[in-house]
């Protein structure tokens, strides 16, 4: 018998992990942690992260660790860390019990410091800021030694306690690692690693005031967690020659194996955190979890789903190189997902009325819709079909342009499960010349949606009845930016804003009987997209939708030519 089994996904990283199991390198548990800083929400390139992180654990039957890395006081804060505590659930992964804070190391790391600073590999310097960067050399240039680098031991171990009690201003001493400041690798030219800043911690309030630099604590915190495969992004390639000289210095072997993948970047939107942060500020978007944000707050609100978040990042995979990834293929991995689990509703986002003038006032039929045309398990709902309707304003024309098939005067559709009808009049608004009404004739015979006498139509259109319907408000949302890549754009990217990425329709009509739990998972509005009550602004009184994505193409099929 033939079995389909979803083989893992395999990448260069996984070799990396194979390798070092056979090799005996890591023949125990593998470890990883996904270490975000909380100084924002997390977004799609995170997710790409946490994947990457957790799905590597449960694959080798090991551990991922959460681990918030808050190693600098100013930005960050518990709303941060809310975030991405909620978001990393929601994406569906478990850390278990293993929740840590760099914050939590600050004593060992301290201790750390002082034992570089025993060995004399660490020392107290008192260049300012910007003589350090001229110290500091090129790329193409050899740094200079500070002055401050042959200070004795003990004199260091003085000032560097000092430094932690307080005893000086913000930036007047650092103490740096005494490394090479001939290196051609300018990470090795004596970095430093601990600053004052006399800021408090929202973790650890006002017991620290001088604070470990990333560079120092990250390796140091991977090490106290036994994490055996450090996964971090291209940008950190440069330093994987300092995190390997601190733990050579400091702490036994096996040390974490550090490898480098490349980040996702998306286009038409932006992707750091201090940008995200900008758009926030600065109020262009409602807040992180504006549904056009590629936060995965932002995304939930609008709709899109872990699953599909998830294959989004099992599709794209990792590499070496960095690349550009088209939104498009997100899109589509929602659609396809929601595709799936959407069921169908009826819904009219620009009201158009209809009479059937044949269609005696106050009789009112059932008709029967399937919530799934492929899956009859979701079952199926009782529309209401009445003489007076709404359609969408879309679907008709006054004078059909060429390769317009839906309504026009004179032109008969179906309505979406059930009857013919065919246009026999128009109202018009006598000033503006608005067609405000059309007036229609169904035919009996047609409630299956097909004539008995075999005669076929080019289109089938949604509707609701006028007097049942609810009114609900439509947020049709499209890219946060009208450029591919609004970073690499003259002036600000924020000056590359799409006007046109949110247009809220505040009179639609949804067809009744949708009940309010329904509203808060996906629907599929028909021939018009995925939808989603906000989970924000809607009410049962009130509600509002979201729309999470188009339709494919493929509605055309169901409003196109036949059926
Ligand atoms: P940003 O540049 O958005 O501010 P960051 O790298 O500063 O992101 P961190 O909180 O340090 O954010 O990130 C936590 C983890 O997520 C890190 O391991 C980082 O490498 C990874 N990560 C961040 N952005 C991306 C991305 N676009 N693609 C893949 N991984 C990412
Ligand atoms: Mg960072």
Redesign the pocket.
Known sequence: MESITQSPPSDFIRDIIDADITSGRRPETIATR????PN?YP?I??A??ICLNFGIASQYGGTCNLRL?DTDPSGEGMEYVESIIRDVKWLGFDWGESLYFASNYYEQIYRYAVALIKKGLAYVCDLSAEEMREYRGTLTQPGKESPFRGRSIDENIDLFERMRAGEFADGARVLRAKIDMASPNVALRDPVIYRIKKTSHYRTGDAWCIYPMYDFAHCLSDYIEGISHSI??LEFENNRPLYEWFLDKLVEKPHPRQIEFA???LNFTV????KLMELVDRKLVTGWDDPRMPTLSGMRRRGYTPESIRNFCEIIGVSKNDSLIDMSLLENCVREDLNDRAPRVMAVLRPLRVIIDNYPEGKEEELDCPYHPKNPGMGSRKAPFTRELFIEKDDFMEVPAKKFFRLFPGKEVRLRCGYLIRCVGIVKDSETGEVTEIHCTYDPQTRSGFAPDGRKVDATIHWVSAAHATVVEARLYDRLFSVPEPLAQEGAFIDYINPGSVEALTSCRLEKGISFDRMNGPLQFERLGYFIADCRDSSADAPVFNRTVTLRDAWAKISGKGK
Do not use: A, I, V
Not at 271 to 274: A, E, G, L, P, Y
């Open positions: 996904f270490p975000p800083e924002g977004h390139g995170h790409k992260s890395d971090c992004t980040r996702l970047n992707m750091s955190k201090r």
